[in-house]
């Protein structure tokens, strides 16, 4: 299993400023993901951070909005940048599991409102 | 691309079985994922199915039939914690699960 962290938990901001969110693993993982829930929805993957390499991003999300970095093999962070009200989400990071059967561990979430 | 769909809310009481049911479609096929999630909580992973038939985890079950493009996740002995949304996640032509939009399971004493 994987223990995962996430900081800050939860943030209110204003409107066209942005918002570091980190997320720790307590183990050495090759990919992190990064999801946004939006209020009694689905989770969506916005990218996927491989470490030593650009973040894949998935249809809808860009670089420029959410810019991803992967320092090292148990840490990563998103930015939300130049926030509307329409970013207010959770935002999710995780991971893989060892064993074969597609497990991911997720941290906690960081509760976002944009006002 | 690919899709699920799950119904939005199930009710059941306490003691009694309820069955969740996934429908997806896409055009490569990994495996079919089960997710819980009580409110503001994170997903914790449930169960996993990526041959045919019913993978049994205590009082959790998971079957899948590829033939069909159709899942489901048993939960016997429901109990009140069980109240939580489940999601089935679809890893179709990645590896990377794609959610469905969650089932909200209200169980009553």
């Known amino acids: 299993s994987a223990v995962i962290s996430q900081k800050p938990s939860r943030d209110i901001c204003q409107r066209g400023t942005s918002l570091t969110i980190q997320c720790q693993v307590d183990s050495q993982v090759t990919m992190m993901f990064w999801y946004r829930q939006q209020p009694g929805q689905s989770l969506t993957l916005i990218a996927t951070?491989?470490?030593?390499?650009?973040?894949?991003?998935e249809s809808g999300f860009v670089i420029d909005k959410f810019p991803i970095s992967r320092p090292n093999l148990t840490f990563s962070t998103l930015t939300v940048s130049n926030m509307s009200p329409e970013d207010s989400s959770i935002y999710l990071c995780?991971?893989?599991?060892?064993?074969?059967?597609?497990?991911?561990?997720f941290g906690p979430g960081t509760r976002l409102t944009v006002l | 691309g690919q899709s699920l769909e799950q119904p939005s809310e199930v009710t059941a009481v306490e003691g009694a079985i309820v069955q969740i049911n996934c429908t997806y479609q896409?055009?490569?096929?990994?495996?079919l994922s089960w997710y819980q999630q009580h409110d503001g909580g994170a997903p914790t992973f449930l169960s996993y199915n990526a041959l045919d038939g019913l993978e049994e985890t205590g009082r959790f079950s998971s079957f899948l039939s590829r033939s069909d493009s159709y899942g489901y996740l048993l939960l016997q002995e429901l109990q009140m914690k069980d109240s939580a949304s489940y999601f089935c996640?679809?890893?179709?032509?990645?590896?990377?699960?794609?959610f469905g939009r969650g089932t909200s399971l209200i169980v009553h004493p």
């Open positions: 995780s991971v893989e599991g060892l064993a074969k059967n597609n497990e991911q561990f």
């Open positions: 951070a491989n470490q030593g390499s650009e973040a894949t991003y």
């Open positions: 896409t055009s490569g096929f990994y495996g």
């Open positions: 996640a679809l890893s179709g032509g990645s590896y990377i699960p794609t």
